[in-house]
Each structure stands twice: as C-alpha cells, then as structure tokens.
C-alpha cells in the first residue's frame, strides 16, 4: 500500500503499555515490529547497567559515543526540520521531525561500531581459530538482521519514511566509524592514566584494553580465587 493511502485512511492505533510505541490495532506483524523498535531502548538500559557493575573504561567510552550520536541526531532533525509521514496519525511522538530517524541511526551506530570491536579490536587466539571467527560472523548476521529490523519497523509503523530511516543508518554507521577510530588512536592509549586517577580508583573503575579475551580471563580469575578460598575454607574445617 502507497503511503498515500496509508495517511488517507490510517489505522487504528493500539499502544504497548508504558512505552507508548503504537501499531495498528489486531495487526500481529505490527505488535512484533511494536516491540522490536524498542531494541535501541534495551540497548541504553544495558549499557547503564554494564556501566554500573563492570566500570570498564571502553564500554563508558562507547557509550559516549551512543550519546554524542543522539545529539548529532537532534542538531540534524532542528537544522532539516522535515516532518514525519502521516503527521498527527499517532497520539504521543516524542520528536515533531523525523529526518533522520533516531531509532534507524543508533542501531546502526551500535551495529557498526559493534562490528568493527569484532573485527579490529578483539585479538584473535591462535587455539581456537576457526570456531572463534564462526561466532564473530553468526553474531554479525544476528546484529544486521537486529539493526535491519528496527529499522524496517519505523517505517511499517508510519513513524518515518524510507529515505528518514535511510540517511539515519548513513549517519549513524558513519558517527560509528569515526568515534571507533577516535577511541581507538586517541582515548586508548590514554585509558591507563584515567585508571590511575584517584576518582577511578575510588569509583573502581578500571582498563582492560590490554587483555585479549576478557570473558576468558575472567573466568579463570575467578575460578581460581574460588579454589583457593575453597581450600583455605578446607583447611581450617580440619
């Protein structure tokens, strides 16, 4: 259906409970497509939470970088000043543009920069080649097939037109590409003195860009500091 006749005859909008994100009443695809357009906002709620309990000083860098891409997000939508498709359709829209689309540009922020942290950063390990590439791409389709979906979902929900979810990818892959690169060449190597500062002493914050792989090394790490508690605890029961 043209989007024409979509604005001309709109359907019957029903909103998911507290997030206010609408889809045509009795409309499955929509009511899953609903929900998969909250994904940018699980994302957000994970990096807080990560930043919370790991206070590790890439991911807050990351994370940065989602936040100044919002704001490039907002400056563009207030210098374009295009409107949205079908304008008064829904009840509650938080922003009156749509160019270019928030959800479309970061998805597509977190996808790409995602993508080259697989790829650039993450060191490979020589014993297990082959199975740690298969992950990396299984999680690379799994990730485009995420990023594709947001951003088919505004459109189908008439909250932006193709060429808004379009120019919001190319911004955001774009902010990605560079704020990876900037954090790699420029925020890296200064991540051990940041470290040392009393404040991230104090708030436990702390550098793991020099461990290849942190799941491994945490792993072991706790492995085996529970051991030893385990037979110092043996010791004394004897």
Not at 105 to 116: M, S, T
Not at 152 to 157: A, D, I, P
């Amino acid at each position: 259906m043209a989007l024409e006749e979509q604005c001309s005859a709109p359907p019957r909008w029903q909103a998911i409970s507290v997030t206010h994100v609408e889809f045509p009443e009795g409309d499955l695809t929509g009511k899953l497509l609903a929900y998969i357009s909250l994904l940018p906002v699980a994302i957000l709620v994970g990096f807080v939470t990560l930043i919370v309990f790991k206070r590790e000083l890439h991911t807050i860098s990351f994370f940065t970088g989602v936040l100044l891409n919002e704001g490039v997000n907002w400056v563009l939508k207030h210098i374009l000043r295009e409107p949205r498709p079908c304008a008064g359709s829904h009840t509650t829209v938080y922003a009156e543009y749509g160019m270019p689309s928030n959800h479309s540009q970061l998805i597509w922020f977190f996808v790409v920069y995602f993508f080259l942290f697989l790829y650039l950063r993450m060191h490979q390990t020589n014993n297990a080649r082959c199975v740690d590439l298969l992950w990396r791409h299984v999680l690379s389709i799994v990730l485009l097939g995420m990023a594709s979906s947001v951003s088919y979902s505004r459109v189908y929900l008439l909250y932006h037109t193709w060429s808004q979810v379009f120019y919001g990818a190319v911004t955001g892959s774009t902010m990605a590409i560079i704020w990876f690169f900037f954090t790699q060449e420029v925020l890296t190597p200064l991540f051990p003195k940041i470290a040392a500062w009393p404040i991230s002493e104090y708030f436990l914050v702390r550098d793991t860009s020099l461990i290849p792989n942190i799941l491994w090394f945490e792993y072991t790490v706790t492995r085996s500091e529970a051991r030893n508690r385990q037979r110092k605890l043996g010791t004394k029961l004897q």
